[in-house]
Structures are given as structure tokens and as C-alpha cells.
């Protein structure tokens, strides 16, 4: 089975600066992907960013990007000029070849400070 | 287009009693799953279906019942409500991942439950 550590329960960052959440992932698939979502405290989960393992360039979505690499089996969301409305939890999801769903990590409370 | 609803947003239940949350996608999404969300976790995949008359059971399923019996519609039934089943509960959709489309799932606003 799957699994997906995010190793750091919170992050703190000032407004405007930069700050990279970490995630690892373990599978024997080849073919997968991989996805950043955004919970804030309305509890809505809202899709931050996507990467598909077959490419080998990382995605960008704005102030978001990623740092894939495949062989490390890392994946890593680095948030560019942070926001107030950046706080909040974000989970780290892994979705394999077959039909049973993501597996997410626990998550990391994000934290901007004014 | 509404997207992924979920009705209710709150709901508390006694020990014992039974009720559906009920799920609804308008994108024509074949692929429909249910999740559960505790303090200190990721989402936990209860159940999910590939398609109408279609289903299968997740990580923890145990507790829960679904049927598939439209397109739109994949409502969650609890029916011997227990504490160990309070918890926030997600519906989500995409294209089917067996298709090859893009598959990048929805997630409904959400359901807390709190079971007494």
C-alpha cells in the first residue's frame, strides 16, 4: 500500500516570504500523481496544484510550484510571497493507477505571520 | 454548475441511530468516493464507485453502506450510528481514473458528524 509522510505538523512564515512544505511518498507504481490541497478553516478542500509522475517538469500554479523528484520520492510545495490567506492546513495526496482513491498525508498547518 | 454538494453540513446522532449524507456531482464525473476526516489525519477513503450499479470499499469501510444508483447521486448510510464514527465526511468526484482523463478530484464542502 501506499503511504504519504508530510514530516512537519507546522510551518510558521512572515507575510512575503517564502516557504516549502515538505512530502514523501512511497509506492511501487510508475505512474501516478501527485496533488497539494489547501484546507482552510472552512473546511473546504481546494486543489492547489497537480503533477503528473511521467513529467519530468515540475508544475507551477501562480505563487505555487513544486520540487518533484521521482527518484527521492519527494514532493515538495514551495509558496512563493506568502499571504494571510495562504494560512491553513495543507495535505499532501497521492493517487496511483488504479480506482481506490488518494491516499493523503496528515497534513501541515501552515502559519503567516502579519 | 454546482459541482460536488453534500447535505447535511451538521448533523448529531445518538448511539444507535441510522441516517444518510447525501452526496450529488453535476460535471458527469463517473468516479464518486467518500472519505472521513479525524483530528490530526488525512482524508481515509470509506467507500468509492467507478460508475452507476458500481462499488467498492476503501480503507474504512466498516460501518458504512453505499449504493450507486444514478450517475449524479452516491449517498453514505450509517446504519447503527457509534461514536468511533464522529468525524468530518467528504464527497468527492472526478473523470474515472481508469479512463486515461484528466482525474483530478472535487471535493464537496464537507459533513461534521457527531455521534453521542
Known amino acids: 500500500a501506499q503511504t504519504v509522510t508530510q514530516s512537519q505538523p507546522e510551518m510558521s512564515v512572515q507575510e512575503a516570504e517564502t516557504v516549502t512544505l515538505s512530502c514523501t511518498y512511497d509506492?511501487?507504481?510508475?505512474?501516478?500523481?501527485l496533488f497539494w490541497y489547501k484546507q482552510p478553516p472552512s473546511r473546504q478542500m481546494i486543489l492547489v496544484i497537480r503533477?503528473?509522475?511521467?513529467?519530468?517538469q515540475n508544475a507551477t500554479e501562480n505563487r505555487f510550484s513544486v520540487n518533484f523528484q521521482k527518484a527521492a520520492k519527494s514532493f515538495s510545495l514551495k509558496i512563493s510571497d506568502s499571504q494571510l490567506g495562504d494560512a491553513a492546513m495543507y495535505f499532501c495526496a497521492y493517487l496511483g493507477g488504479g480506482a481506490d482513491g488518494l491516499t493523503f498525508g496528515k497534513g501541515t498547518h501552515l502559519i503567516i505571520q502579519p | 454548475n454546482a459541482g460536488v454538494t453534500q447535505t447535511p453540513k451538521f448533523q448529531v446522532l445518538k448511539t444507535g441511530q441510522s441516517m444518510t449524507l447525501q452526496c450529488a456531482q453535476d460535471?458527469?464525473?463517473?468516479?464518486m468516493s467518500w472519505y472521513r476526516q479525524d483530528p490530526g489525519m488525512g482524508l481515509r477513503l470509506i467507500h468509492y464507485s467507478v460508475g452507476a450499479g458500481i462499488t467498492d470499499q476503501g480503507e474504512v469501510p466498516n460501518g458504512y453502506n453505499v449504493s450507486r444508483s444514478t450517475t449524479e447521486d452516491f449517498p453514505l448510510r450509517l446504519l447503527s450510528a457509534a461514536p468511533s464514527q464522529t468525524s468530518v465526511y467528504f464527497c468527492?468526484?472526478?473523470?474515472?481514473?481508469?479512463?486515461?482523463?484528466?482525474?483530478?478530484?472535487?471535493f464537496g464542502p464537507g459533513t461534521r458528524l457527531t455521534v453521542l
Open positions: 509506492t511501487s507504481e510508475s505512474d501516478y500523481y
Open positions: 460535471m458527469n464525473h463517473e468516479y
Open positions: 503533477q503528473e509522475a511521467y513529467k519530468q
Open positions: 468527492a468526484s472526478s473523470y474515472s481514473p481508469l479512463s486515461g482523463r484528466t482525474d483530478t478530484q472535487y
